[in-house]
């Protein structure tokens, strides 16, 4: 407090030191300098920033057109799929069904349960296929699926599929009697694709 000046009753009665005061008054100076400061760069770049975020947002909007086709094309439909994404695609498609479907959920075809073991040349069979495929690997992806993804994937696309394949009026009608016209025969037992059937 200043020699001259009697302590008010409302502030308490201790006494600050005279160098606090120049360092506030430090303080004062710098933010005065630093805000002056401020305004004259955003002044300055007022204009230029403008024409920055307008490029910003189309270029943000090319974004987000880009990111929409990728979400729209994903997952690919394979019978709309061209050379060499298809045969990549069918390659992988053939893989799992040899792999997982074939032995794990196929017993001896029948009258009643029929399959071809030439199922990848019949278009209906490949995009079924596929659709359960794709299913698959989502709901038996811990990050994705939960507990209940494997139970789910067999109720709503496994058992579906398979009923619309192999079914009497499905795409290997015809395979089962030995008149397809791409010459198919019911296999003794089910093949792999990989290697050629006995017979």
Known sequence: MPDNQEPSEDLPGF????????????????????????????????????????????????????????????????????????????????????????????AEPSADARWCHLWFEHPVAVARLHACWLAWQELTDPATCGYTGPSVWHRDHLDPCLNQLRGSTGPFAGCTKGEHQIGHRLPGIVPSAWSQPDG
């Open 15 to 106: 006494e600050v030191p005279v160098a606090l005061f120049q360092d506030l008054e430090d303080l004062k100076a710098q933010v005065a300098a630093l805000t002056a400061q401020v305004q004259r760069l955003t002044e300055t770049d007022s204009g230029q920033d403008a024409a920055e975020d307008g490029d910003a947002a189309v270029g943000d909007q090319d974004g987000d057109e880009a990111a929409e086709e990728d979400e729209w094309q994903y997952p690919p439909f394979i019978l709309l799929l061209d050379s060499p994404q298809y045969d990549d695609e069918l390659r992988a498609l053939i893989e799992w069904v040899e792999g997982v479907l074939v032995p794990g959920y196929l």
